[in-house]
């Protein structure tokens, strides 16, 4: 039986490592075509390695403007229509007291994790929209947002604009039967989370109520449902996926 995306094409931001990657398997698996996008595009590449021919990689640097353009019009040019589904998945962390935080932690945060799901979805939704195709945006927030942890002042707030930004999109989107709704995973085992040193990974699995952290694949099935037809009336929502970490 054909899965809940079949014949849907999906980009996926970020998608050469950790979450990216996983939502592009779940993604694939449930039908669609993707186009797996980072700005490492070998990663990208090993990402669709053994997807079907019709997926492909593009390299994005989602904090340009020029480069989003240039990954837009390479989608276009290859499948002569945009995606219907957006996953902005990009995100870096740089994280530092905010008394001795330089300037360049704060901005490369900023421009990679909020002006990136700014660029991509403006971007992308304006295709949409001209080329008459209805879809599903989701943007990756954090738990972040919300713990508001010290030494994080940098990533929570870029995380916070998030879902207000999802918020806007969905208001503003939804004549265009663009739903746009965001993610707040909690602490998720993939390589940006290898740098947490392991004793405040140990504190974070003892006061998750699930006492454990999650797998990138349990944040992948959520964004799969709220790309498909089942969730056709979610839309500007912000939803966690934290174990129950709050
Ligand atoms: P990850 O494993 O570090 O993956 C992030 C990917 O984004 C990497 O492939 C990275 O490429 C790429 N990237 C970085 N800057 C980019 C740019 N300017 N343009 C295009 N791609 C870029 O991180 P993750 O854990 O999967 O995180 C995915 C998203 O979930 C992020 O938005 C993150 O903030 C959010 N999140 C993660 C967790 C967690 O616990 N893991 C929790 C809450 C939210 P390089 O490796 O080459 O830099």
Do not use: W
């Amino acid at each position: 039986m054909p899965g809940p995306l079949f014949g849907k094409l999906a980009i996926v931001t970020g998608a050469g490592s950790g979450i990216g990657r996983a939502v592009c398997k779940v993604l694939a698996r449930d039908g669609a075509r993707i186009i797996a996008a980072d700005k490492n595009i070998q990663t990208a590449m090993e990402t669709i390695s053994n997807f079907g021919a019709e997926s492909s990689a593009v390299e994005v640097d989602v904090s340009s403007l020029d480069s989003v353009c240039k990954a837009l019009d390479t989608c276009i040019k290859k499948y002569k229509q945009p995606p219907s589904i957006v996953v902005n998945s990009a995100g870096i962390t740089r994280d530092c007291y905010l008394l001795k935080m330089e300037e360049r932690d704060y901005d490369d945060v900023y421009k990679v994790n909020l002006k990136g799901t700014f660029l991509i979805t403006q971007q992308f939704a304006k295709a949409m929209v001209q080329y008459k195709v209805s879809g599903s945006i989701v943007n990756i927030s954090s738990i972040a947002a919300k713990l508001t942890t010290i030494g994080q002042a940098n990533y929570a707030a870029s995380k916070s604009g998030v879902i207000s930004f999802t918020e806007v999109a969905a208001k503003e989107f939804g004549k265009f039967n663009i739903r746009v709704n965001s993610i707040l995973p909690g602490y998720i085992d993939t390589p940006m989370v290898d740098a947490v040193p392991e004793h405040i990974k140990e504190k974070v699995s003892r006061i998750c109520p699930l006492g454990r952290l999650g797998q990138p694949e349990e944040v992948a099935e959520v964004i799969s449902f709220l790309a498909s037809k089942k969730a056709s009336y979610i839309n500007g929502a912000s939803v966690e996926v934290t174990g129950g970490l709050s």
